[in-house]
């Protein structure tokens, strides 16, 4: 990296700003800089083309993702059916934009929801320290001595199959790590001045921790709410093939590479697994490009 | 720790639907008993008992070696984790040292390569090793090596007849490089930026205007500092060393402690999913105490509180 180029970008930066042309505000020099990353654009339009066609499912396929063509069994991909049929004739690509809209849905909600546990919580302890914060480090210690897939699978036979329990329980065994992270950068923040000056004007706790407090670490938490979707995305696949996630009925990414299990289909009709595993590898990668960038751009620290 | 986890764990297992008389008794037979003798059975088995009584007498019976009984086959589990085990360890250790010593190197050859092709391929194949999921990885591999080019065997631990280990090594090797390869984009990641991290410290510098070789500059002084944190790290990919072996042993049908838990927990045969659920926090809090012990002996900055 040449320093003369680095410092002829701020010098035109400079005189950008001074002209008023750009906001000085953090938050748009981290979008800036996102939208200067290559990598995390790639990302970012993978994933919202792949989001849109599957949620715009029923207007791209003609086929619904349970129909099933007993006449077209197994069938290779060609006319009619675009990547194929699987052993009870339901259209592939068809099942694989609905399976999406599922999959999809469990990371977000799952990594939405766990960031909406371990964030507040992560906070407030992180802020008051004391008794609290003893405890749910204790209680979050306890949860990630567990190897993720055994206490998900625990949990699953204690509560069922099912699409939402399998959303609950991933917010369950996803939190502490979002708790810990969003405690470890309040203990960094609690010590700047103007928690200082806040608590010697007389605000309370809640207000300081969440408004005053939170917003500065608003980067981390989202870049970790970005990688834990295409973990909890991974892990769904990964539970589905082992028939504990969800229902088979139900079309997943993960439920349609269950059947890959049987050394037939894996052997002799690869469009029945093969594109939709292709497609969590895409769309995970594409998750894994934002939130990488983000964290470049959030974190200046950081290089590499 | 141990203690709540232990107590967790029971309080998960008596929580999930259904007790051991359910399963002992197979459908069809169950007509022909009356609930008496059910409940007699239950009280027999000491089913009946207060939760807290029937904890301590798994606790202590634990303790003293007992692990109870599978509730499908009645065989003691103690016997069935030492059938799976040794198959664990055999995957894991392999998947270990791949992913180990290929994560190193390829994070040294990246580091010492910045910015140059070979980091950037390095790079993007780690991106992509980080993103796929395991079992896809396992499959595409099986598809490959055993279908098409026909060079290995598909599933299991032996060919029946074989013996001794380096008769069955061709069934390991596919489970232990998928294993490894899939634990070895972390490593890699991680070793590049702790390499770059200590060639950029200023001993680096005095070794270099002392006229030290730039090869051993860079092997023997940058080298052993870098790798310091990237043994540590051995012990953290402990629980997804555990985490990956259940599912790879499920695409590989290898029959290990991973392909048990799976088929206990698909059809809750509680002894088996208690055993392994304690087993493997053990493992990973013991794993977590030698490498603050590691980290203390290799780094003189810290100490042990």
């Known amino acids: 990296m040449g320093s003369k180029t680095l410092q002829r970008k701020m010098d035109k930066l400079l005189a950008l700003e001074e002209q008023g042309k750009l906001q000085s505000s953090n938050t748009s020099r981290s979008l800036r800089k996102l939208m200067a990353n290559p990598l995390a654009i790639i990302g970012l339009v993978l994933f919202v083309v792949m989001f849109l066609a599957c949620m715009g499912a029923p207007l791209i396929s003609t086929y619904g993702p349970n129909a099933i063509d007993l006449r077209n069994r197994l069938s290779p991909p060609g006319e009619g059916h675009l990547l194929g049929t699987d052993q009870i004739g339901r259209d592939i690509f068809t099942r694989i934009l609905y399976g999406g809209r599922i999959s999809i849905f469990v990371g977000l909600g799952s990594a939405l929801g766990a960031a909406l546990i371990g964030v507040s919580l992560g906070t407030y302890a992180g802020y008051r320290r004391g008794m609290l914060d003893a405890t749910v480090m204790k209680v979050s210690e306890i949860m990630m001595s567990f190897p993720q897939i055994i206490l998900v699978s625990i949990l699953v036979t204690i509560v069922g199959q ?85 229902p088979l009925e139900q079309a997943t990414w993960g439920n349609i590479l269950n059947v890959a299990q049987d050394l037939n289909i894996l052997r002799n009709a690869w469009w029945v697994w093969l594109p939709v595993g292709l497609v969590i590898t895409i769309f995970v990668m594409a998750i894994n490009f934002i939130g990488d960038g983000l964290r470049d751009a959030a974190d200046p620290t950081q290089v590499g | 720790m141990l203690l709540v986890i232990s107590f967790l764990i029971f309080l998960g297992i008596e929580l999930m639907p259904g007790d051991a008389v359910d399963f002992m008794i197979p459908p069809d037979a169950l007509a022909l008993i009356s609930p008496a003798e059910l409940d007699q059975l239950r009280s027999e088995l000491g089913l009946d008992d207060p939760f807290l009584v029937r904890y301590v007498t798994w606790i202590t019976n634990m303790a003293k070696g007992d692990f109870g009984y599978s509730l499908q086959s009645g065989v003691a589990v103690s016997t069935l984790l030492s059938n799976t085990l040794p198959a664990t360890l055999e995957l894991s250790v392999a998947a270990l040292v791949i992913s180990t010593l290929l994560g190193s190197l390829l994070g040294v050859v990246s580091a010492l390569n910045k910015g140059r092709i070979g980091d950037n391929v390095l790079t993007v194949a780690g991106m992509i090793g980080v993103a796929i999921p395991q079992f896809l990885f396992g499959l595409i591999m099986i598809v490959l090596f055993v279908f098409n080019l026909q060079w290995l065997p598909v599933g299991g631990r032996m060919t029946p007849g074989s013996e001794g280990f380096f008769q069955r090594i061709d069934h390991l090797i596919l489970p232990a490089i998928v294993l ?76 290990g402690v991973g392909q048990m838990f799976v088929a206990a927990v698909r059809s809750q045969n509680t002894p088996i999913i208690m055993m392994v659920a304690f087993f493997s926090v053990l493992i990973v809090l013991v794993a977590s105490i030698l490498v603050d012990i590691a980290t203390a002996l290799l780094d003189p900055r810290v100490k042990l509180s």
């Open chain 2, 180 to 255: 490894g390869l899939s634990m070895t984009a972390g490593v890699m990641r991680y070793s590049r930026s702790s390499m770059l991290d200590s060639l950029n410290k200023e001993f680096i510098k005095t070794a270099r205007s002392k006229g030290i070789p730039e090869w051993r500059v860079n092997l023997v002084h940058g080298l052993r500092v870098a790798m310091t944190p990237v043994a540590v790290l051995i012990g953290f990919r402990l629980p997804m060393l555990i985490g990956g072996s259940v599912v790879i042993e499920q695409v590989f049908q290898w029959p």
């Open chain 1, 162 to 246: 099912s699409l939402w329990n399998l959303l609950l329980i991933f917010i369950l065994t996803g939190w502490p790590s979002m708790y810990r992270m969003a405690r470890s950068q309040m203990l960094s923040i609690r010590e700047q001045e103007y928690i200082q000056a806040l608590q010697a004007f007389g605000i309370g706790g809640f207000t300081i921790s969440f408004k005053h407090m939170l917003p500065n670490a608003i980067g981390p938490i989202f870049v970790n709410i970005t990688l834990s979707t295409a973990m909890f995305i991974l892990q769904e696949a990964a539970l589905s093939f082992l028939g504990l996630g969800v």
